[in-house]
């Protein structure tokens, strides 16, 4: 069939019609990806501040070598994924338990507890973790106040071990019953995504770090510079 002009021109329309389309199409995804890589940078960098303050809580209070304290962070990923507890929540629990007992395992099996006993009744793991802290350093009155189905004649009369040897038996076996539940699998499979993106986000933070670097060194003096010369104003330098 012969090609007219008609055709060429309808051809060409059609071209820069989904031109149009495309563009609009990267610039949403290249939209998407920005803000996504910010979201996961600042994700990672709010997850870097929180595992340097447990880690040295763990330094200030235990014996623990470099690697057994590089280990934790490890730990804490498969503890939260694993009980679905957000690890912004684990890692002060674990720091409260580990200023008590000064021993980073007595604290993860005390964690362990406190996780089943939170789920079992409700309660805030904070509120529980700091119960079972006051009690290891000789105070029961929080632990008795949480309603834990431990009479006052125990509390004053048994060890700490006994105690929480009675807990364990209770408390028993909450998290991995509630880990049946669709809710649960949904709030793993967030925390499992979020982890991702926090992951994603580490490996972003050294550029980051030397952009902001290369920004307060360079272009912050200039821009001030700048600002200076057109106010008459003296250069705020910092220092």
Known sequence: FPVTIKDVDNSADQIAEFGKKAALAFAAVGAAATAFAVSAVKAAAEDEKARKNLEQTIRSNTKATEDQIKAIDSYITKQSIATATTDDVLR?????????????????????????????????????????????????????????????????????????????????GFVANEATNAEFKFKQLSIAVDETKEQIGAALLPIVKELADYLLAVFVPNLQAFAAGLTGEAIVTGK
């Open 92 to 172: 002060p629990a674990l720091g409260r338990l580990i200023r008590s007992t000064q021993d980073v395992t007595k604290a993860q099996e005390l964690l362990t507890l406190a996780q089943e006993i939170s789920i079992a009744t409700g309660k805030p793991l904070e509120t529980v973790t700091n119960a079972l802290g006051k009690a290891y350093e000789g105070s029961n009155t929080a632990l008795g106040k949480l309603g834990l189905g431990i009479d006052q004649t125990t509390l004053k009369t048994k060890s700490f071990d006994e105690i929480t040897q009675q807990l364990a038996q209770t408390y028993n």
